[in-house]
C-alpha cells in the first residue's frame, strides 16, 4: 500500500483529477483561525506527499508532518526540504512536543482499523495539542453514506506521462475494500500495470464524534466541505 509505484504517480493523478490541496489548506487554516487565532505551529498526519504541507507551510510559521508509508514520505521530504517530515505511525507516535493544529486529510483516518484505534489516535492527538488547539479530520465516508460498488475511472496526461485510474470500492463488514489499478504509460517506457488494494474504515459520524470526546475534544461537524464526505474540527 503506498509503495513506489503509487509514491510516484499519486501527485500527477490527483491534479488531473482536479484536486485543489491549496484551496483545501486554505480552508483550513480559515477554520481554525476562527477558533486559534493566534495558531502557528501545524503537524499534518498521514501527510503522503507534502502538498497540504506545502500549502500549509505559506500559511502558519512552523508546519510538519507524519507519514508511514517511505515511498510517500520520500516525495514529501524531496519537496520541502526544510519541513519536518517524520516517519512514523498514527497509532503510535510520539513526537514529544505539542503543535497549535493537528491535521489529517484526504479520508487517511480511515486506515486505521477499528473504533478503538481511532479513539486511541485522537488520545495521542490530543496529548500533541496545545491548549486551545484545533483538529481538523477530512474522514472517509461514513458507513451510512458510501456508495457499495462504487467504480471511478480518470484517465490523466501531465507531464509527458499518461496514467489511467480504474477503482472499484465494496463494502466488506465494517470497511470498504478499495480495489485501484493503475496503467502508466510514456514514450521512453511504455505500458506498465500495476495495482493496490485498500481497506478502509466506514466508522459512521457518531463512531467519530464519540472517539473526539473519548479523547475530550469539543468535535464540530462540518458537512458542506470535501466533496460531501465533510470535516470534523475539534478544539482541546
Ligand atoms: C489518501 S493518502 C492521503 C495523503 C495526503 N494526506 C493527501 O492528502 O494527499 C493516505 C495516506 O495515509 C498514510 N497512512 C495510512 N496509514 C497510516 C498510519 N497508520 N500512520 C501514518 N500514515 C498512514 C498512507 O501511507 C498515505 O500516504
Known amino acids: ?59 502558519f510559521s512552523e508546519v510538519a508532518g507524519l507519514e508511514l508509508s517511505e515511498p510517500m514520505l520520500a516525495v514529501a521530504r524531496a519537496r520541502l526540504p526544510r519541513v519536518r517530515c517524520h516517519q512514523g505511525d498514527m497509532r503510535s507516535f510520539d513526537l514529544g512536543r505539542r503543535f497549535d493544529v493537528i491535521t489529517c486529510m484526504f479520508g487517511s483516518i480511515g486506515y486505521l482499523a477499528t473504533t478503538r484505534e481511532l479513539a486511541d489516535a485522537l488520545r495521542r492527538v490530543a496529548r500533541h495539542l496545545s491548549p486551545g488547539g484545533a483538529v481538523v479530520v477530512d474522514p472517509w465516508w461514513f458507513s451510512e453514506n458510501f456508495l457499495d460498488g462504487h467504480v471511478s475511472a480518470d484517465v490523466v496526461t501531465l507531464e509527458g506521462r499518461t496514467v489511467t485510474r480504474v477503482s472499484h470500492s465494496a463494502r466488506e463488514g465494517d470497511a470498504s475494500r478499495m480495489q485501484v489499478h493503475y496503467l502508466v504509460a510514456d514514450a521512453a517506457s511504455g505500458i506498465g500495470h500495476f495495482s493496490e488494494t485498500h481497506l478502509i474504515s466506514l466508522f459512521s459520524r457518531a463512531q467519530y464524534e464519540s472517539a473526539f470526546a473519548a479523547a475530550g475534544l469539543d468535535v464540530e461537524y462540518l458537512p458542506e466541505f470535501q466533496d460531501g464526505r465533510g470535516l470534523f474540527i475539534a478544539t482541546a
Do not use: N, W
Not at 483529477?17 to 476562527?34: C, F, H, I, P, W
Open 1 to 59: 500500500m503506498y509503495g513506489a509505484e503509487l509514491a510516484e504517480i499519486y501527485d500527477l493523478v490527483h491534479r488531473g483529477r482536479g484536486k485543489d490541496y491549496r484551496v483545501e489548506a486554505e480552508q483550513v487554516a480559515d477554520l481554525v483561525r476562527a477558533r486559534m487565532p493566534g495558531a502557528r505551529s501545524l503537524l499534518d498526519l498521514a501527510c503522503g506527499t507534502g502538498q497540504h504541507l506545502r500549502c500549509f507551510a505559506e500559511l
